[in-house]
């Protein structure tokens, strides 16, 4: 039955996916939705952005392990990151009306530095997008007890989240993170209601944690901690900002005020619900303490699964499972598509000056399916833990792409020579730290390339212009001028390709 249950759901999210696709007719729709979609779809989308496998197996698992303050990164620095993204970009960028943050670069600076924070972006989705494809080989392994190996469930996975997205774009991750969503927060929550009738009740199991230390946040008062606790905080909340799916999911709203709205409500949404795997992961070692204790030394990401399986009846474990590929798929269709948008618009397309929009179109498709085949290698050959992959993954992002983005919108001395040397200088130092020092720096790499890439975009602007002279934030006369030449129904449209600065 729960087999059965799981292949009817994953044909149902298909068939969606596919209908959905029936809806794109340009590039615009597909990168960004058309730039239509009202605030519960926005909020739902939002809230997905980060409700996936990390959240569900890896912060569970993390929590159990380590407490509050080894989730430091994640709730509290993803469900902040998702409130200021929102801010930020409803506010500053949404009327430029822009497909990919490299648009923004390019319009700030120069095609270099929109090449370059490009590549830093979509090498950011690596391991994010592989924890992923992991725990859908995870959960299809769990469902079959064992049928299908955790790397074939991995290869059917990606083939049925590549399958939707490649024909949808985001109008299929919208419409299904809407629906998944509902399916997520009902499942969920009836497994946490099960499971606190099983030890008597939500205050047994809090009490029991805060006993146990697990509800204290803070470190130790030692400098070593600290900072690791704060570089571990900064890298989740600020690295995951300048990132094409969040920027995507917030400005595929049908105005700025709802793109910030969403953003707050869908933050925050994540950020009380993170809490209710964590309750039922915590919970089954009141419920069966050997065994679990056991599980979590030896592999705390089957805690929840095992829980499930072991210990409800059959009914639950479909609506556990249901809610699980809900939460994950929904995930890793905005995340799979978000890298193939911004390498096809910023670092292909520079190729293809004079590319229809069809042909466009078709490229962003050909380009998921080699980013997925990518992701898919780097996710059957990789033993970092779910958790580690995900918090790992925007290190990149916060050393050599938040401040050309931060200063690009906010300093208006900000320039080329900046930017670069910015880029340049924060990748520098956060890989030479990591390659020499690694754990053992007392400071975390990403935090001193985060500073070093604040002082080369101050020293790089206000010195001599060699590259690049100091250049406005790009209002909305840059995409008028790009309207003045576009025939009158598009500019009534929107631009459906590469704005030119």
């Known amino acids: 039955m729960l087999v059965w249950f799981v292949a009817i759901y994953l044909l149902a999210s298909i068939g969606v996916g596919l209908y959905a696709a029936t809806r794109v007719h340009n590039a615009k729709d597909f990168a960004v939705a058309g730039r239509r979609l009202p605030l519960p779809v926005v909020t739902a989308t939002v809230?997905?952005?980060?409700?996936?496998?990390?959240?569900?197996?890896?912060?569970?698992?993390?929590?159990?392990?380590?407490?509050?303050?080894?989730?430091?990164?994640?709730?509290?620095?993803?469900?902040?990151c998702l409130i200021i993204a929102g801010l930020f970009y409803g506010a500053m960028l949404y009327k430029l009306n822009i497909l990919t943050l490299g648009d923004f670069f390019r319009m700030r600076y120069n095609r270099t530095v929109e090449v370059l924070t490009t590549l830093c972006i979509v090498a950011s989705y690596l391991g994010w997008v592989s924890a992923q494809i992991k725990a859908l080989g995870l959960v299809f392994n769990t469902v079959t007890d064992g049928a299908i190996s955790q790397q074939a469930g991995m290869v059917l996975g990606a083939a049925i989240v590549l399958t939707y997205t490649t024909f949808g774009g985001m109008i299929s991750v919208a419409i299904l993170d809407f629906v998944q969503m509902g399916v997520v927060m009902g499942g969920l929550l009836y497994i946490g209601y099960l499971v606190a009738g099983m030890t008597g009740g939500v205050d047994v199991v809090v009490s029991h944690a805060a006993a146990a230390g697990k509800l204290d946040f803070f470190p130790e008062a030692s400098a070593a901690e600290w900072l690791a606790f704060f570089g571990a905080w900064v890298t989740m909340m600020l690295g995951s900002i300048p990132q094409q799916d969040v920027f995507q999911r917030i400005t595929s709203a049908k105005s700025a005020k709802i793109a910030i709205w969403a953003s707050v409500l869908g933050g925050s949404i994540y950020f009380c619900f993170t809490f209710v795997p964590m309750f039922i992961a915590y919970a089954a070692t009141l419920i069966a303490p050997e065994q679990f204790n056991a599980l979590i030394e030896s592999d705390p990401q089957q805690v929840l699964p095992t829980l499930v399986l072991q210990h409800t009846p059959v009914f639950a474990q479909a609506i556990f499972f249901g809610a699980v590929l809900a939460a994950i798929m929904s995930c890793s269709s905005a995340t799979l598509l978000a890298p193939s948008v911004a390498f096809s618009e910023n670092i292909v397309r520079g190729f293809y000056p004079g590319i229809s929009d069809r042909a466009f179109l078709r490229m962003m498709r050909i380009t998921i399916v080699c980013f997925t085949c990518i992701v898919l290698v780097f996710a059957l050959n990789t033993n970092a833990s779910i958790f580690?992959?995900?918090?790992?993954?925007?290190?990149?992002?916060?050393?050599?792409?938040?401040v050309p983005l931060f200063f690009g919108a906010f300093w208006k001395r900000a320039t080329t020579q900046g930017a670069l040397a910015s880029i340049f200088g924060g990748l520098g130092g956060w890989l030479l730290v990591e390659l020499l020092l690694g754990d053992a720096s007392l400071v975390?790499?990403?935090?001193?390339?985060?500073?070093?890439?604040m002082l080369g975009m101050v020293a790089g602007s206000l010195l001599p212009q060699g590259i690049g002279r100091p250049t406005p934030l790009p209002e909305t006369h840059a995409t008028q001028r790009h309207q003045a030449a576009m025939p009158a129904h598009q500019v009534a449209e929107g631009p459906t390709h590469r704005p030119e600065g």
Do not use: C, H
């Not at 975390?444 to 890439?453: K, N």
């Open 388 to 402: 580690k992959m995900v918090e790992n993954a925007y290190k990149v992002t916060l050393a050599g792409a938040f």
């Open 47 to 80: 809230f997905a952005t980060w409700f996936g496998a990390e959240a569900v197996f890896g912060v569970s698992a993390t929590f159990v392990k380590e407490g509050l303050r080894g989730v430091v990164a994640d709730p509290f620095g993803a469900s902040m």
């Open 444 to 453: 975390p790499p990403q935090l001193i390339g985060l500073a070093v890439s």
